[in-house]
T-cell receptor, first 113, second 118 residues
């Protein structure tokens, strides 16, 4: 139990579907992140939120739409995805400040068919 | 900007053998260093970190890593591995300047898959 909970754990969706990934943290952190983990590639940082404000978007396609209603919740809205978007999506949270480590959720395994 | 290089993508070893997973980093400023472990179908868990002080840091399950500034390395070692250590290990760095914006972000290496065989 890391204090960061992601739902669902597994998701299969068609290219025309709309779905959302949810992340919730119970650690009192104020920064939240979405990472994409694909086979044989390094972890890709997608989005960063600090105190609910988006502070980073690493050139992520618009078919991925994040939402952070408060410091404890983070969503990733998905629409018209491509098969190459199939991956493990990891949510993380941390305090802000130097030297802080991130706590990760268990991830959502997404398969786009 | 920082980067992390994990030189070995896969490291197979036998149970009770010693292991070293290599990590080198590149940065124009001083950094903090981390090792994370990912067990199958799980998220990443912090294994150990170096912020300051003693250059040798240890985890509770027998791993240790040594910060070597001159060689820009932070290799992970364990003198005797168990089957249960089979996992993917990620080295990460963060900027230690108080720049007020990006100093809490981690840059990860590509990971090293450690497989411990009986």
């Amino acid at each position: 139990e890391t204090g960061v909970t992601q739902t669902p754990r597994h998701l299969v969706m068609g290219m025309t579907n709309k779905k959302s990934l949810k992340c919730e943290q119970h650690l009192g952190h104020n920064a939240m992140y979405w990472y994409k983990q694909s086979a044989k590639k390094p972890l890709e940082l997608m989005f960063v939120y600090n105190f609910k404000e988006q502070t980073e978007n690493n050139s992520v396609p618009s078919r991925f739409s994040p939402e952070c209603p408060n410091s404890s919740h983070l969503f990733l809205h998905l629409h018209t995805l491509q098969p190459e978007d199939s991956a493990l999506y990891l949510c993380a949270s941390s305090r802000t400040g130097i030297g802080t480590e991130a706590s990760f959720g268990q991830g959502t395994r997404l398969t786009v068919v | 900007a920082q980067s992390v290089t994990q030189l070995d993508s896969q490291v197979p070893v036998f149970e009770e053998a010693p292991v070293e997973l290599r990590c080198n980093y590149s940065s124009s400023v001083s950094v903090y260093l981390f090792w994370y472990v990912q067990y199958p179908n799980q998220g990443l868990q912090l294994l150990l970190k170096y912020l300051s002080g003693s250059t040798l840091v240890e985890s509770i399950n027998g791993f240790e890593a040594e910060f070597n500034k001159s060689q820009t390395s932070f290799h992970l070692r364990k003198p005797s591995v168990h089957i249960s250590d089979t996992a993917e290990y990620f080295c990460a760095v963060s900027d230690n300047r108080n720049s007020g914006g990006s100093n809490y972000k981690l840059t990860f290496g590509k990971g090293t898959l450690l497989t411990v065989n009986p």
